[in-house]
């Protein structure tokens, strides 16, 4: 049998290998970085000082629940305003999906429901992400190996 995966453009495994985030991206240009994490921010403290040892500026985004448009619309407005330059996602697939999809949108110029299939606009994207940075802390979910980002919607309907 002969099939094809792909999936991210890079994986680090091993131990260790989530230290290696803050000089990365520090090499990648980024001065300016958005940490999207669970509810517990004290699993976010090494990062968080790797990332200030590196000079770069941090915002937090916290992800209590799974992420729904209206958590990526606060986490974009918390992107933007710190003008980051770059998305670090902590935590488990809603930390993550909710960090991809933040990083996807940050560039663009219309709402997240814009960009959803099925039950949004289906709007292609027509800027490059932001650099993104998944640091899976759970297993099961996938998150960090893939390009889509599974979030939540009530219809209003």
């Known amino acids: 049998m002969r099939f094809l995966f ?3 453009r890079r994986i680090e495994f091993g131990e260790g290998a989530a230290r290696l985030a803050a000089p990365e991206l520090r090499k990648l240009g980024g001065s ?3 940490v999207v994490t669970g509810v ?3 699993r976010a403290t090494w990062l968080l000082d790797d990332l200030r040892h590196e000079n770069i500026a941090v915002e937090v985004f916290s992800v209590a629940d799974e992420p729904t448009v209206e958590i990526v619309r606060a986490g974009l407005a918390v992107a933007r305003r710190s003008r980051a330059e770059a998305v670090i996602a902590l935590g488990g697939g809603s ?3 909710a960090g991809k999809a ?3 949108l940050a560039r663009e110029d219309g709402d997240a429901l814009d960009y959803l299939e ?3 606009v289906e709007r292609a994207l027509s800027a490059a992400s932001l650099p993104i940075i998944a640091i899976p802390t759970t297993a099961g979910t996938g998150a960090e190996v893939t ?3 599974v979030l939540g919607h009530r219809s209003m309907a």
């Open 40 to 42: 517990s921010l004290e």
């Open 118 to 120: 099925v039950v949004g």
């Open 147 to 149: 390009r889509n980002a």
């Open 32 to 34: 300016r970085a958005l």
């Open 6 to 8: 792909s999936t991210m």
């Open 102 to 104: 933040i990083g996807a």
């Open 95 to 97: 930390a993550i999906d």
